[in-house]
Nanobody, 114 residues
Framework: HVQLVESGGGLVQAGWSLLLSCTASESISNFYFMAWYRQAPGNERERVAQ???????GYLDDVKGRFTISRDMAKNTIFLQMNSLKPEDTAVYYC????????WGQGTQVTVSS
């Protein structure tokens, strides 16, 4: 059973940065696809950024130029560097990995104050 553990969330002011991490219980080279999602209260979960096995990345339009997804294969970890944070980025951020199934972390809260 794949386990994903997120960390790095917190409370910051608008304009500040945060680095989220997601560490997997197995080699991330096993995954076809990994992504960061977020869900704000009353909203549907939305995909923020993704990275595939080949290292290709993609982003939600709203975060392009501000967020960067990356990975460290040796540490079985992906990251989400979030810069120039806005209050509307406030949400619970989840890590997702796709193998034969879809696996989720427990989420980490990001709160951006104005």
């Amino acid at each position: 059973h794949v386990q994903l553990v997120e960390s790095g969330g917190g409370l910051v002011q608008a304009g500040w940065s945060l680095l989220l991490s997601c560490t997997a219980s197995e080699s991330i080279s096993n995954f076809y696809f990994m992504a960061w999602y977020r869900q704000a209260p009353g909203n549907e979960r939305e995909r923020v950024a993704q990275i595939d096995r080949g290292g290709r990345t993609g982003y939600l339009d709203d975060v392009k130029g501000r967020f960067t997804i990356s990975r460290d294969m040796a540490k079985n970890t992906i990251f989400l560097q979030m810069n120039s944070l806005k209050p509307e980025d406030t949400a619970v951020y989840y890590c997702n990995a796709i193998t034969a199934g879809s696996h989720w972390g427990q989420g980490t809260q990001v709160t951006v104050s104005s």
